[in-house]
């Protein structure tokens, strides 16, 4: 069954450092999404991003946070200067067009820690 | 107000009963309602989604809506061990495939 791999699995950085998250989302599918999640609290949408560019995004998604598909396989999040708070399971979904776009495929996501 | 709210349990039964997961939802937008299933430190897997009110089965579950009320059920039948898990209900509107909103979901344990 296809499925969305992220990578990392884990990082750890130092607060003020770049971190970007990898994803390969679904081959064939057109919609791809960040979500997070903090530990212990609900899954929250990040953005979205279709055509080579962002669709949606929420009120977390600030200057700080960018994504990327670069090579027209990965999808990247980039965050530029890590905050504690950005502290989070970060996942990475996709999905198709039409009503297969209620069908969002989530990775195992990227625990990202800041220290 | 938060937009999809749920009991976060956890709600412990014992193997075979039937289990009963509710939300509420406030934005009377949303059109698409789902539940995912998301066990400890994987991603949320899609379990299944309705349109709008009525009841969707599938196997031993079932999902309902009803948007009167703005309450969102799934039942589990015959509940196994393995059914233990987190369940997310989650919502769409009509407009935007991209933003779905979970709630905070309800730790399920099914004791053998």
């Known amino acids: 069954e296809p499925e969305v791999t992220q990578t990392p699995s884990h990082q750890v950085t130092q607060m003020g450092q770049e971190v970007i998250l990898r994803c390969v989302p679904i081959s064939n599918h057109l919609y791809f999404y960040w979500y997070r999640q903090i530990l212990g609290q609900k899954v929250e949408f990040l953005v979205s991003?279709?055509?080579?560019?962002?669709?949606?995004k929420s009120e977390i998604f600030d200057d700080q946070f960018s994504v990327e598909r670069p090579d027209g396989s990965n999808f990247t999040l980039k965050i530029r200067s890590t905050k504690l708070e950005d502290s989070a399971m970060y996942f990475c979904?996709?999905?198709?067009?039409?009503?297969?776009?209620?069908?969002?495929?989530f990775g195992a996501g990227s625990r990202l820690t800041v220290l | 107000q938060k937009e999809v709210e749920q009991d976060p349990g956890p709600l412990s039964v014992p193997e075979g009963a039937i289990v009963s997961l509710n939300c509420t939802y406030s934005?009377?937008?949303?059109?698409?309602f789902m539940w995912y299933r998301q066990y400890s430190r994987k991603g949320p897997e899609l379990l299944m989604y309705?349109?709008?009110?009525g009841n969707k089965e599938d196997g031993r579950f079932t999902a309902q809506v009803d948007k009167s009320s703005k309450y969102i059920s799934l039942f589990i039948r015959d509940s196994q061990p393995s059914d233990s898990a987190t369940y997310l209900c989650a919502a769409r509107d009509t407009e935007g495939y991209q933003k779905v909103t979970f709630g905070t979901g309800t730790k399920l344990q099914v004791i053998p």
């Open positions: 979904a996709s999905s198709g067009a039409g009503a297969g776009a209620n069908v969002l495929t």
């Open positions: 934005n009377s937008a949303f059109q698409y």
């Open positions: 309705t349109y709008s009110s």
């Open positions: 991003f279709y055509n080579n560019e962002i669709s949606e």
